[in-house]
C-alpha cells in the first residue's frame, strides 16, 4: 500500500491501514526527519485521519528542536500509540505529552504488538 524510505526512517502501511515510521537505530533525529514523516502522512491520509503507529528503537534519540517540531504539529490522527525502547527517551516523552495538547489518544508502548493491539480497540 505505501512504503516510503527517508533519511532517518521507513514509513508504510499496510492492508490493516496503519501509518507505521519505523525511525532508524543508532540516529538522532532532527526536525527535518520529524518533518518528512509528516509529508508523508499528509500526502497519504489526505483529508482522512489515521491511526498512527510511531517505532523508536533503543539507540534512537530525538533532539529537541525536533521535539518542538512534533510539538507543533497540527495535523490531527485517529489515535497514536509510540514504543520506545529507550528508558531515557519514555521519560522524555512523559514531558512531550504533557506538552502536546491534542484531541485524540495517545499512548506509550515498550513493544510494538501492545501498541497495534491498542491502536486496533480506537
Known sequence: ??????????????EDGIFVC??????????????AVIE?????????????????PKNCSVSSAARHAAEKRERPAQAEALVIESTVQRVLF?????????SYPIKEFSNRESAIRWLNNR
Do not use: C, W
Request: no cysteine.
Open 40 to 56: 508523508n502522512y499528509d500526502n497519504y491520509a489526505q483529508e482522512r485521519d489515521l491511526k498512527v503507529l510511531l517505532i523508536f
Open 1 to 14: 500500500m505505501l512504503n516510503i524510505q527517508n533519511k532517518n526512517s521507513d514509513v508504510t502501511v499496510g
Open 94 to 102: 512523559k514531558f512531550y505529552k504533557r506538552s502536546r495538547k491534542v
Open 22 to 35: 519505523q525511525y532508524h537505530d543508532n540516529v538522532t533525529l532532527e526536525p527535518e526527519d520529524i518533518q
